[in-house]
């Protein structure tokens, strides 16, 4: 896998973890993903430094931010969807 450098490496983590990100989002608090997330991050960081040719730090952080970005508003969006939904099983039995 090595020899596929780090893209590769984050191509299988978005495959393989993707199910998991779903259920997270799901299931677990903004707050709780995100201390997860500055854990995995510390931890992946620590593993920068002792492996500087195969983890780009910078890219990495980057990653990690975008991710975190990606899934705050994807929790926005279903906020919304579901306060629409809401509003609308209460508006059913007044006719609005």
């Known amino acids: 896998m090595e020899s596929q450098g780090p893209?590769?490496?984050?191509?299988?983590?978005?495959?393989?973890?993707?199910?998991?990100?779903k259920a997270t989002q799901l299931l677990i608090p903004s707050a709780a993903q995100e201390a997860v997330g500055k854990s995995i991050h510390a931890c992946l960081e620590g593993l920068s430094g002792l492996s500087t040719h195969t983890i780009d730090a910078?890219?990495?952080?980057l990653k990690v931010q975008q991710r975190f970005a990606r899934l705050r508003a994807q929790d926005r969006h279903e906020v919304a969807n579901c306060k629409q939904r809401m509003n609308k099983r209460k508006n059913v039995g007044t006719g609005i």
Do not use: H, I, M, S
């Open 7 to 21: 893209g590769y490496l984050g191509e299988v983590a978005d495959f393989v973890l993707w199910p998991a990100e």
């Open 58 to 61: 910078a890219k990495l952080q």
